[in-house]
């Protein structure tokens, strides 16, 4: 997998993100050339955008094509620079691990898997444009593209939050383990020498003397006058009737036990995170426009801020059936 990860770059990086998905968490997880491999994500995503905003400003002049062609890539990247802050300070607050190159590339597979989704359905969206064009229509299909898509890329970053809080988890229980073997040396290193051979002599070789009598099995005698006890352990011994034995398996700590920084982020968090993020990214969008331009008003690298994202689609749905 290693391999594989390293030949692909640029525009192959959705490849080996839709394929090898496994492999891009445990490369977050483990901090692994998260450079180069956000790099690749926001070379993909910035050029998969590009192409899709060029195909919202067509409806209107190839000057808003060239445009939205700028402005698509800038509306995802300005909502990543002002939602990544929040992510990480309150998973840090709350004892996470997650450090900021994690929460960074984690956003950026969001970004990356809805941007070049959102290119594959850009010989759709031209299919209707030409062949038969409504301006509110169309506006109404290509936010529903991007809507769907951008649903497929959260769902990519919550599987690869709960894949981190595995990693996560595996790496406390592995130092937890190794801390409780440096302790238990250390104990047996503090007991005295001379006293431990003592002691094992007196479980392995025992006098004929104190061999119990007729209830056990006859030792057989040594020549040095000694008999050999076999000492069998607990598990291996006779239980009494109605006895029975119990096995105590060792339990995962629970989470507030966790030393900060070995804590699991908070699929809750993130979850309010993904709300916040979907809010943010209409509203700059509302701020940004016009991405496709009414055929009616001459063209406007930007327009006066007035209403709202949410009114006017459900103002051109009802125009739409009107």
């Not at 594989?4 to 990086?13: A, F, H, K, P, Q």
């Not at 190839?62 to 300070?89: G, R």
């Not at 607050?93 to 597979?109: H, Y």
């Not at 951008?150 to 988890?169: D, I, K, Q, Y």
């Amino acid at each position: 997998m290693a391999a594989y990860g390293e030949s692909s770059s640029g525009l192959l990086i959705i490849e080996r993100i839709l394929r090898d998905r496994e492999g891009i968490w445990r490369q977050i997880g483990e901090e692994r050339e998260l450079g180069k491999l956000t790099r690749q994500m926001l070379y993909s995503s910035v050029v998969a955008l590009a192409c899709y905003g060029a195909v919202l400003g067509a409806s209107h002049s190839v000057a808003m094509a060239a445009i939205s062609a700028v402005k698509l890539p800038l509306l995802f990247l300005m909502t990543l620079a002002i939602c990544l802050p929040t992510l990480y300070l309150f998973n840090l607050v709350f004892g996470a691990r997650l450090q900021v190159k994690q929460a960074l590339s984690l956003v950026m597979v969001t970004i990356t898997v809805t941007s070049v989704l959102s290119l594959a359905f850009a010989p759709i969206s031209l299919f209707f444009l030409i062949t038969a064009f409504s301006y509110d229509f169309y506006k109404i299909l290509n936010v529903g593209i991007l809507t769907m898509t951008a649903f497929v890329g959260l769902r990519f970053l919550t599987s690869g939050m709960r894949s981190l809080n595995e990693h996560t988890a595996a790496l406390a229980e592995a130092r937890r383990r190794e801390k409780e073997r440096e302790e238990a040396a250390l104990a047996a290193l503090a007991a005295p020498a001379e006293a431990s051979t003592e002691e094992a002599e007196a479980e392995v070789v025992t006098p004929v003397s104190a061999v119990p009598a007729p209830a056990q099995p006859q030792p057989q005698p040594q020549p040095n006058g000694l008999v050999a006890t076999i000492v069998a352990p607990p598990e291996l011994l006779p239980l009494a009737p109605g006895v029975r034995q119990i096995h105590h398996l060792p339990q995962p700590r629970p989470v507030e036990q966790l030393a900060p920084g070995e804590r699991p982020a908070s699929m809750t968090l993130l979850n309010v995170w993904i709300l916040l993020f979907g809010f943010v990214g209409t509203q700059l969008a509302w701020t940004l426009r016009p991405f496709f331009g009414s055929p009616d008003e001459p063209f406007q690298i930007f327009r006066q801020i007035e209403g709202n994202f949410y009114v006017e689609i459900v103002q051109a749905i009802g125009r739409l059936f009107s």
